[in-house]
């Protein structure tokens, strides 16, 4: 019971985060165009499309995990998100996030392998629909999971599509 309502907590939390942050990014004061301005501005191309990307990821990702449907996968993307802030924004400024560090983003990825590892608890969509009888939807093997499977895709992501300015202090 006790793990059940952390996850529940933990959940809706990160969850509604996420989606008020990507809300934020579409449809905010600068709304899409503004994101994709930002992206533009450190180094992320397509702009418009990581904008588009970032968005509705957030959105959706955070939905599911309010909800707790495929709550691993909302995990993983969630984190995917922070790991791309973090290399792309905040780890050249250092830990302290008065100082635009990356220690927001590293407490919210850590949460989000956190809860990766309890798993989405039974007050989750992913109870409900017995996801997590049949998968492996809990453990540490899935919270590591959920953190590989962000790392790669942020990884490629950045190898892809990311091009810093020197002047940004980028490679």
């Known amino acids: 019971m006790d793990l059940d309502l952390a996850s529940a907590v933990l959940r809706v939390v990160l969850g509604l985060t996420f989606v008020l942050h990507g809300w934020n990014h579409g449809f905010g004061a600068g709304g899409l165009d503004g994101t994709a301005g930002w992206f533009a501005s450190i180094g992320l191309q397509p702009a418009r499309l990581h904008a588009m990307v970032s968005t509705y990821l957030e ?5 599911a995990l309010v909800i707790g449907l495929v709550t691993p996968v909302a995990a993983a993307a969630a984190i995917g998100v922070m790991l791309t802030a973090g290399v792309t924004v905040h780890r050249a400024n ?3 996030i008065f100082k635009e560090g990356y220690e927001y983003v590293l ?3 850590a949460a ?14 992913d109870h409900v629909l017995g996801a997590d009888r ?9 919270g590591i999971g959920a953190f590989l499977v962000a790392a790669a895709g942020t990884a490629l992501m950045l190898a892809v ?4 300015s020197r002047v940004d202090g980028g490679h």
């Open 94 to 96: 250092g830990f302290f």
């Open 59 to 63: 959105l959706v990702a955070g939905i």
């Open 112 to 125: 989000l392998v956190a809860l990766a590892i309890i798993g989405p608890g039974r007050w989750s969509l």
């Open 161 to 164: 599509c990311w091009r810093p």
């Open 134 to 142: 049949w998968a492996h939807w809990s453990g540490w093997e899935t």
């Open 107 to 109: 407490v919210l990825a």
